[in-house]
């Protein structure tokens, strides 16, 4: 029977009553289609919550994201990890879920930790708050103690930490970050976004560093620091090729994990901050600017050099005074500042200015740090007084680095380029360099700086094989504005192999005191000048020069223009 | 005679024999999950809750529901006990008491959350709404039913007279979940019993007229709507709900090992869907909305073989607010709808809520009585002969 026919015959028997039921239990179908619809929707957003959007599985994206450092590591040339960040321990409290005695826990927490005390475990624990630290920083040796305490009102907790295995290595190149994990300062501040950013942290930033250069370079200067009793050092050692900094270093010693217990000082960074009038140093600069400009057209020229020359109201005098004429090389061996002086006043104040606004002097270092220095000059008073000064490094105040990337352009074959903390590769293409000196001025100065060393008031830089070449200075300490007595800025600038220059090595020591073994003497060729000899004699096979007694610069070029020695 | 035999003719022995017991065991699984589901939210809402002097144990709300179980379940039994007639005089008495107390709330009430919704009565609080909402249903059936038989009485008019006091002094709280809520099952009462389409398609227009008037003059309502439609704004209590279907996937975390219930606003009631989609997995969730169905489809089912107008009406509310506002819950716990404020029945820890849903419950367990062995139903009998 069809249901037409059947709801006829319905209405026919039941009536009005049973069609309104009729019509009802119909519209009651529609509501069960309405709920089951309801449910169909309900079941597919949750398939859609729970396996479409949920489906980058929770679990495994955090394994991922946990592998990938909140903030990138930091490494040397090598990959030797200078800076990392781990998961750190920290204790809190909740003083009102201890369970425990509070006096016997205070006691078994300052057992646990390293400098915690009975009374500031107590007052912690008895704190009205509901939550407060105990100690941040912990090591999982000292956290793992307290975790054996099983004191339910201790928490431990991880929290992101800087750390720098190396303790203080190149720690001014680093710099360290503040409680907030931002960079504060060196690499770390000066990379801020770099080493933060989601889609870079992931890959270690590659520094230029070499960390057993570095490590040499600190160790060398430390025991020298401390032999004479010097307030500070510096130290740099830099490729002349491309200008990257293989080492660099300040002294006193900077913890970046614990950089707000440096000192001021040590907090200091004398190689790109500090300016100091690095004196004689200067002097090659000068002679190179002479030789370029055509006044100085051999190593043989000759200066009057009397025991005085009075240029004004000042007398220029030599700590080893000649006496009478002398060739330039004989200048550069006995570091005249006599002789220097009149080289640079022939050389003329507008082009050694010109000079040395190429070479960036006249400029806070160019390195990515943002601890840079503002030189000091003549400026405006730039006379020829100034120029003579200036021409063996006084009244003119620049970084260590500046001296380094300025040697390294003497001697690079005249090509100056900004020194870099990046390691240059593939992803750090070599910084374009523009021409200071010429080729040939920068091969002759090879032969005359190693001259320094070899006949010179350099002789205890020398590194037997090595090649060393480069130029004591000895400068008064310029403290607010006056010379200090008897404090002095020794400097040396060296530069190895002088055959074929690679690399420069500067070391400074601030105040370094005279000793009984220096014969009273506190000249850079006494205590700064030994320490890079070291250096290069411990770097040396590190970088793979090899030492060879039979390879000299051409020496002919300056040896027929000095007196030889009368031997004792 | 064994007790509850086929011939145990007590009080007891009847009940056994005409209640749908089938719908029976699914309410009681029902409260059992919900059991389940406090106990995980319990932590979550007590860390939330605890505070200054105010510390509660994890399982402070577990505690509470289980007493609140036991207070409910005697009275959704007892009243399933009732005869058809009782029912409907329980439920006239109340709708006309329970209204008085919901036009006293402004008076007497107490503020919670913006809102006035409760009223105090010897240290204990309830909301007149949740307990006029089942009796007005039956209510409403009883005036409704009567156009079965006679036209002459206005009593659909009448029935939409009572819902605008209601729904006037809900607004004026202001309760717009409830509103809509007593709104859709009157609605869905009088299309049930033969409201014309026109009159249907007219009401629906109306609905949305005072939803729109809600959008546009209650400020709380304009701010819930617009963070749902646009998304912009303060979503975080919807987008910490997504978080935990995400983070419970298919399966879930396992029980008591959830962690985004920790940052749910009210774990243990409006949210409580979410606290189970986190521990117990999205399967678990079908589970629950699908039991909820079943108890819908289930009475719907069995209201086709219903021949008293007046039950099948009845009934047939009932269990319309009791899947609309497990289905309203659900949707907002998954972002389908704008948040309401609206609990889970019977899964949701609560107090006077649990009891008036108990109540409720017990009113469609008592209409739905009958013998089991007749059929009305020609549908049935049709589908059963195919």
């Known amino acids: 029977m069809s249901p037409l026919a059947l709801r006829q015959q319905r209405i026919q028997v039941a009536g009005q009553r049973q069609l309104a039921l009729g019509r009802s239990r119909q519209r009651l179908m529609i509501g069960v289609l309405l709920f089951v619809a309801l449910l169909a929707v309900v079941a597919l957003r949750l398939l859609d919550l729970s396996m479409l959007q949920g489906a980058k599985p929770a679990g495994q994206r955090d394994l991922f994201a946990a592998l990938v450092p909140p903030r990138a590591d930091i490494v040397d040339r090598h990959g030797a990890e200078l800076a990392r960040t781990f998961d750190a321990y920290s204790i809190a409290v909740r003083p009102r879920d201890i369970v425990g005695d509070k006096r016997e826990l205070a006691e078994r927490i300052a057992a646990a930790l390293p400098g915690m005390t009975y009374e500031k475990a107590l007052a912690t624990l008895n704190h009205p708050g509901k939550y407060r630290y105990l100690q941040r920083r912990v090591l999982p040796t000292d956290a793992k103690r307290i975790n054996a305490i099983g004191e339910p009102g201790i928490l431990l907790e991880r929290e992101p930490e800087r750390l720098y295995p190396n303790l203080g290595l190149a720690s001014h190149i680093l710099g360290y970050t503040d409680i907030d994990g931002k960079g504060a300062a060196g690499v770390e501040r000066a990379f801020e976004e770099r080493l933060s950013r989601d889609d870079m942290r992931g890959k270690p930033l590659v520094l230029s560093v070499d960390s057993r250069i570095q490590q040499a370079m600190e160790h060398e200067l430390a025991v020298a620091m401390e032999k004479f009793s010097a307030v500070g050092a510096a130290g740099i050692v830099l490729d002349v090729r491309t200008g990257e900094v293989l080492a660099m270093t300040s002294l006193p010693e900077l913890n970046p994990n614990d950089a707000g217990k440096g000192s001021v000082e040590a907090r200091f960074n004398r190689t790109t901050l500090g300016v100091y009038e690095l004196g004689s140093t200067f002097k090659p600069f000068t002679v190179a600017m002479a030789m370029d400009a055509g006044t100085v057209r051999s190593m043989g020229q000759m200066y009057e050099c009397p025991r005085g020359l009075r240029v004004g109201r000042f007398t220029i005098t030599d700590t080893h005074p000649f006496g009478r004429r002398c060739s330039v090389a004989e200048i550069m061996q006995e570091s005249s500042n006599i002789g220097t002086a009149q080289i640079a006043r022939e050389l003329g104040g507008a082009r050694q200015k010109a000079f040395l606004e190429k070479m960036g002097f006249l400029e806070p270092v160019s390195i990515e740090l943002k601890e840079r220095g503002r030189t000091l000059s003549p400026g405006a008073n730039w006379g020829e007084i100034a120029t003579m000064t200036v021409g063996y490094g006084h009244g003119i105040a620049v970084t260590p680095l500046h001296l380094a990337t300025g040697y390294a352009a003497l001697f690079n074959g005249g090509v100056w380029r900004p020194a870099t903390i990046l390691k240059v590769g593939k992803d750090q293409p070599l910084a374009p360099g523009r021409r200071v000196f010429t080729e040939q001025t920068s091969y002759k100065m090879r032969a005359l700086m190693r001259l320094v060393v070899t006949e010179g008031t350099g002789r205890k830089a020398d590194a037997p094989g090595y090649r060393v070449g480069g130029k004591t200075g000895t400068a008064e300490k310029v403290v607010n504005g006056r010379y200090k007595r008897n404090a002095v800025i020794n400097t040396f600038a060296g530069v190895f192999p002088m055959d074929d220059p690679r690399y420069v090595v500067v070391a400074m020591l601030d105040e370094p005191q005279p000793l009984k073994e220096t014969y009273g003497f506190r000249t850079a060729g006494w205590n700064v000048a030994p320490v890079v000899s070291k250096v290069i004699t411990r770097i040396g096979p590190v970088l793979g020069v090899v030492p060879d007694e039979q390879r000299e610069p051409n020496m002919a070029e300056v040896l027929p223009y000095i007196e030889p020695k009368a031997k004792p | ?386």
């Open chain 2, 1 to 386: 005679m064994t007790p509850l035999g086929r011939n145990d003719r007590t009080l007891l022995g009847r009940w056994f024999w005409t209640i749908d017991r089938v719908l029976l065991l699914m309410v009681l699984m029902l409260i059992g999950i919900g059991l389940v589901a406090v106990a995980a939210a319990s932590p979550a809402a007590s860390h939330r809750y605890s505070g200054g002097s105010v510390q509660l144990g994890d399982l402070h709300y577990f505690k509470r529901q289980v007493f609140w179980v036991l207070a409910g379940l005697p009275v959704m039994l007892g009243v399933s006990m009732l005869t058809v007639t009782w029912a409907r005089r329980l439920a006239i008495a109340g709708t006309l008491g329970f209204l008085v107390a919901l036009a006293a709330v402004p008076v007497l009430g107490a503020e919670a959350n913006g809102a006035m919704r409760w009223i105090s009565l010897g240290g204990f609080q309830f909301q007149p709404s949740e307990f006029l909402k089942p009796l007005f249903i039956v209510f409403t059936a009883w005036l409704l039913a009567t156009r079965y038989d006679d036209h002459s009485i206005p009593a659909l008019q009448l029935s939409f007279g009572f819902l605008v006091v209601i729904a006037a002094l809900l607004m004026k709280q202001p309760d717009l979940g409830q509103t809509v809520l007593f709104a859709g099952v009157w609605l869905a009462q009088a299309f049930l019993a033969g409201m014309g389409i026109g009159t249907l398609v007219g009401a629906l227009c109306l609905a949305i007229a005072g939803l729109g008037m809600a959008y546009l003059f209650v400020p709380h309502v304009t701010s819930r709507i617009d963070r749902f439609l646009t998304g912009g704004g303060d979503t975080y209590q919807i987008d910490r709900a997504l978080d935990c279907f995400k983070s419970g996937g298919l399966f879930g975390a396992g029980p008591g090992e959830g962690q985004m219930k920790f940052s749910l606003p009210e774990p243990h009631t409006d949210y409580i869907f979410s606290v189970i989609g986190e521990e117990f997995g999205a399967i678990a969730c079908f589970g629950v909305a699908a039991l909820f169905l079943a108890i819908v489809v289930r009475v719907l089912l069995q209201l086709l073989e219903e021949d008293d107008p007046f039950v099948f009406l009845a009934s047939a509310g009932l269990v319309t607010q009791f899947g609309a506002q497990a289905m309203i819950n659900i949707m907002v716990n998954l972002s389908l709808l704008p948040s309401k404020g609206m609990t889970l029945p019977f899964i949701s820890h609560g107090g006077s809520s649990f009891l008036a849903l108990s109540m409720g419950m017990g009113l469609l367990l008592a209409l739905t009585r009958r013998n089991r062995f007749l059929k009305a139903s020609p549908y049935v009998q049709r589908w059963r002969a195919a």
